[in-house]
């Protein structure tokens, strides 16, 4: 192999020195200037010919949505049960306008009340059921939505134009009920308005309760359903009978602690009847 030729010219006035030998070809020079100025640094070609990473699918905050948790009960459930008012003061009232009466598988307002036929609820805020309500001789079929708050007594209905919020009445013990088959012992025996026609069997404000029949001064039938928490409240579908006529009807009782007062609430002027001894 020959030696390699050195050789140096003046070009432009800078110095430019090349080498050339057999195995490069002559015309190959380089500058004299550094490998990290002449050539991209690593870092810079890959950022450049990098390719930006997909960015992950954002998926929807859902958490402060119950209704994702929403299925189909047979029954309303225990957190929504109780009595409802706008106003506490009017908890004992039984022909408040803002009253609500909610049970397993019934709901009562004001002057309407019917079964649930369908109800949808996530269990603990939400609640929207299906209502075949009745009331001043009609019936109609209706579906209401309401919101209960995260302490469980405030619930808000959320159908109507304007949201109505009512608050639960601290004596409820409508969140107990349950269906019996046959009436519960603490509200049987004969009720009189007046303590002292007890004696008296035509009188019109009397009152006997069986474990499975009821009778009141005129008419008289077997129990068909019986929804009660077996101490304070009670409301039964009685089949009475009277002066030739059958009908079906729903009668609903608030009993005093003491269990010597009843109160028959599903009337438009309450009746207080006394336990006779």
């Known amino acids: 192999m020959q030696n390699p030729k050195r050789f140096s010219q003046y070009f ?34 890959s950022t450049s010919n990098a390719v930006a990473p997909e960015q992950p699918e954002t998926t929807p905050n859902i958490a402060d949505s119950t209704l ?71 019936t109609w079929l209706t579906e209401r939505d309401f919101q209960l708050s995260e302490d469980q007594n405030t619930l808000t209905a959320i159908g109507g134009d304007t949201p ?20 519960p012992q603490a509200f049987q025996g004969i009720w009189q308005a007046d303590l002292e026609q007890c004696s008296s069997q035509v009188s019109e404000t009397r009152l006997e309760i069986a474990s499975k029949q009821i009778q009141f001064y005129e008419s008289q039938g077997p129990i068909q ?25 729903e009668r609903e009782f608030q009993l005093s602690e003491d269990q010597n007062t009843l109160t028959a609430i599903s ?10 001894p």
């Open 68 to 138: 994702v948790q929403v299925k189909q009960y047979q029954e309303i459930p225990q957190a929504f049960q109780g009595v409802w008012q706008a106003d506490l003061k009017q908890c004992s009232s039984p022909v408040s306008e803002t009253r609500l009466e909610i049970a397993p598988k019934q709901i009562q307002f004001y002057e309407s009340q019917g079964p649930i036929q369908e109800v949808v609820s996530d269990g603990q805020t939400t609640l929207k059921v299906k209502v075949e309500l009745s009331g001043e001789g009609e």
């Open 164 to 183: 109505l919020v009512r608050y639960r009445c601290s004596n409820s013990t409508l969140a107990q009920v349950k269906q019996y088959q046959e009436i």
């Open 225 to 249: 359903e019986v929804v009660s928490d077996g101490k304070t409240t009670l409301k039964v579908k009685i089949e009475l009978s009277g002066e030739g006529e059958t009908w079906l009807t």
């Open 12 to 45: 432009g006035g800078v110095a430019i020195i090349c080498v050339t030998s057999l195995m490069v070809v002559i015309g190959g020079c380089s500058t004299s200037q550094t490998p990290e100025t002449s050539s991209p640094s690593p870092e810079s070609s």
């Open 267 to 276: 009337d438009d002027n309450p009746l207080v009847r006394y336990r006779c």
